[in-house]
């Protein structure tokens, strides 16, 4: 890059820095560096600068490099870290039309990274920490030796995402022990207690077993509660993995929470910001003769419809804050503020509940399909909030299935008790599988899952040949993994919320103690006989 085009890009910086925070933009103050291909390969894969070494990372880098290769890749135009300053990886191969539109485009994620609820407690110094836990990940591979380390690694891995995702601190109350009040009401202290004495010793009697119950975990955070549980027996280097892989997976939640908003946001201020530049002092037109091509082919790319059965976010982000912008009355800044309201306080299942509408479905040509006879069918285009309100639901857990520690001590026999979620989607049975072997070899006993499915359904055609899928009754599917193989059982119980299940799974668990102890009395009585 000659210096003449290094002083148009700084000028150019300085121009749309203004321009963004005349709208009312605010952002932490922004590196920008220029990087080659391989570098800005590199950090899609890793996504930040210096991370550990591991295999996922490698494959990850391997596939883009592969599908570049072979032109089906889009392309990267930059890379922007949340951290406080923010950095931004400008690729060297971006023309100057390009590095503008991608400047104005980077300060839209740094104001969405300062300014959202969800990055307000995510750490800004990740960047020095990850080179910290590289340092840290490399000695350990020394030192213990690169496979049972990466195997290790493996483990964590496979359960990272599953974490609260709302939660702020570590908050591990199934571990703490709290001291309960003994209720006043069954304190005999008053004159005429001892008439009812009987009454009130069996209360208390009540009330003493009550307090022997063990409760439910209900921890969603499952690497949380491995580093922490009461039965922990780990090695200090396998909890600081565990953490190290918690605590990096923790800083890039919110962007899974948050990739439709977050794209939409800056994709809408690149473009106002460049069009507006553009219409006052003509800020693309000296760029080269074809600036308005690399401008709306740019454009194209990044906002194309995407492929079949799959979602493009920038376009889905785009298409509702465009239509909030357009149909919100008022000044232009009232229109902006109710814009800079959503981004401070909306997650993507937010947005798409509350503002993807009957018109913005149809400029989209969203539809719902399933899998009808082995073959993908469309089963919904009429009924929009249909749609609107199955994209929520798959984004209100961001696509990871909820599962719930619920006993430590299952069958008494210190195995784990999980329990799925299920709302009416089913695992994947393999996946499962694989990943309850890795929660085995962590929690280094047999762990259990219960879950749900339809083994069977039916198509239905209605008079307009439209199918639609119906499910038949549901199974439940306990799925028993103790390290080296998985055994599975249906059942046919009554399909409850999690909640439910752990209450009534631990009140059969309490009655067969108290029938346990009731065998040993007897015994005990016949042996005095």
């Known amino acids: 890059m000659t210096k003449s085009e290094q002083q148009k890009i700084e000028d150019a910086i300085e121009t749309i820095d203004n321009k963004a925070k005349s709208y009312g933009l605010d952002y932490y103050d922004t590196e920008f560096l220029i990087a080659n291909e391989e570098l800005m390969d ?59 539109v991608v400047i104005a485009h980077v300060l839209g994620h740094v104001d969405f990274f300062k300014n959202n609820m969800l990055y307000n407690t995510t750490n800004k110094r990740m960047v020095t920490e990850c080179a910290l836990n590289a340092k840290k990940i490399a000695d350990y591979y020394f030192q213990y030796g690169e496979e049972i380390v990466e195997r290790w690694i493996d483990a964590c891995m496979s359960i990272a995402r599953h974490c609260e995702l709302a939660r702020n601190s570590d908050n591990t109350k199934w571990l703490e022990k709290k001291e309960i009040a003994f209720p006043e009401e069954l304190d005999m202290k008053e004159e005429f207690d001892f008439l009812f004495r009987n009454d009130k010793m069996k209360k208390i009697t009540e009330w003493q077993e009550q307090q022997k119950r063990s409760k439910p975990i209900m921890e969603k955070d499952l690497l949380l509660f491995l580093m922490h549980n009461r039965f922990v027996d780990l090695e200090n280097w396998q909890k600081d993995v565990m953490s190290i892989v918690r605590q990096e997976m923790r800083y890039f939640m919110p962007n899974i929470q948050t990739k439709i908003l977050n794209e939409g946001w800056s994709c809408f201020w690149h473009q106002k910001i460049i069009e507006d530049l553009d219409l006052e002092c003509d800020f693309l037109k000296d760029d080269d003769n074809d600036w308005y091509t690399y401008y709306s082919a740019m454009n194209s790319r990044v906002l194309h419809p995407g492929s079949r059965g799959r979602l493009n976010p920038y376009l889905v982000g785009y298409t509702i804050l465009k239509d909030i912008y357009e149909t919100t009355g008022g000044t232009e800044q009232d229109k902006i503020d109710a814009l800079l309201d959503i981004r401070a306080t909306h997650t993507d299942a937010l947005l798409i509940k509350n503002h993807l509408n009957e018109k913005v479905i149809e400029e989209l040509d969203l539809f719902t399909f399933e899998l009808l006879d082995k073959e993908w069918t469309v089963t919904e285009t009429t009924n929009w909030e249909r749609s609107r309100d199955i994209l929520t639901e798959q984004l209100v857990e961001a696509h990871i299935p909820t599962i719930y520690i619920i006993d430590d001590d299952y069958m008494n026999n210190r195995e784990l008790f999980l329990v799925h979620d299920y709302k009416g989607d089913e695992l994947e049975e393999e996946s499962a599988i694989r990943t309850l072997a890795y929660i085995s070899k962590l929690w280094e006993r047999p762990v259990t899952l219960r879950t749900a499915a339809h083994l069977t359904y039916e198509v239905e055609v209605d008079k307009n040949d439209n199918k ?32 439910q299940i752990a209450a009534d799974y631990f009140d059969a668990k309490w009655r067969m103690h108290k029938f346990e102890e009731k065998i040993k009395e007897n015994a005990s009585d016949e042996n005095l006989i």
């Open 42 to 100: 590199q950090l899609s894969a890793y996504v930040l600068p210096i991370r550990f070494h591991h295999w996922t990372f490698g494959k990850e880098y391997q596939k883009q490099k592969t599908m570049k290769q072979y032109g089906m890749s889009g392309t990267i135009y930059e890379c922007v870290i949340n951290s406080d300053p923010s950095y931004a990886f400008l690729s060297e191969s971006n023309n100057l039309t390009e590095m503008k």
């Open 468 to 499: 639609k899928g119906l499910r038949g009754e549901n199974l439940i599917v306990y799925i028993r993994h103790d390290g080296k193989k998985a055994d599975i059982i249906l059942d046919q119980e009554i399909l409850k919320p999690t909640s």
